[in-house]
């Protein structure tokens, strides 16, 4: 069975800096899909990175980029020039593209501070 | 292009009652799924479809819990009789089945925060 952990519950950052969560995850299938999702005080569930696991190029998305490093299990998700709009959860999730099922990580709430 | 809807955003309801959560998922994908998300267990998969087949239910906490598809466009969740232990958020997610890379994002409804006193 596959899962996911994300070690940090809570996290901070100063506008404008960097910040990077962790997440790793444990499987034996060699084709799998990992995300990022983000879930601000709102409650709505937004994707904010996708990566294949067949693609060795880490995926990149404006201000953020990920860390996937395969042999390791591990995918970070690092926020460039944090804004106050990125305080949110933030959510890694692991998905098979046979199944149509994502396992979630419990979750790292960020907190952006001005 | 609407997103997931879910109804209602917000049910308060007594121990005991039935409730009965809806949703519609985006034209055109063929997979729905029923999320629950708490402080202590987080997001937890209750039960997918697939083409409005039931996939997988072995998330459904237990009888109280049913879900059904009738058709490609409407979903609903019950539970009969509530209890306050499942006060939670409930999520109702689609995606689509990709020839090239198989099923990839969910997409998410805003959800339904469900309160059982």
Request: aromatic letters at 12%.
């Amino acid at each position: 069975a596959q899962t996911v952990t994300q070690s940090q519950p809570e996290m901070s950052v100063q506008e404008a800096e960097t910040v990077t969560l962790s997440c790793t995850y444990d499987t034996s299938e060699s084709n799998y899909y990992l995300f990022w999702y983000k879930q601000p005080p709102s409650r709505q569930m937004i994707l904010v990175i996708r990566q294949e696991a067949y693609k060795q190029q880490n995926a990149t998305e404006n201000r953020f980029s990920v860390n996937f490093q395969k042999a390791a299990k591990s995918f970070s998700l690092k926020i460039s020039d944090s804004q106050l709009g990125d305080t949110a959860m933030y959510f890694c999730a692991f998905g098979l593209g046979s199944q149509g099922n994502l396992i979630f990580g419990k979750g790292t709430k960020l907190s952006v501070k001005p | 292009d609407a997103g997931v809807i879910q109804s209602p955003r917000h049910e308060v309801t007594e121990m005991g009652q039935e409730v009965t959560l809806r949703c519609k998922p985006i034209s055109g994908h063929d997979y729905l799924f029923w999320y629950r998300q708490t402080m202590m267990r987080g997001l937890e998969l209750l039960i997918y479809f697939n083409n409005n087949v039931p996939i997988d239910d072995s998330g459904m906490p237990e009888d109280r819990f049913s879900a059904k598809m009738p058709n490609a466009s409407f979903s609903t969740l019950k539970i009969q009789p509530s209890e306050p232990r499942d006060s939670a958020v409930y999520f109702c997610a689609s995606s689509y089945f990709n020839r090239g890379y198989g099923t990839g994002e969910l997409f998410f409804g805003e959800g339904s925060r469900l309160t059982v006193l």
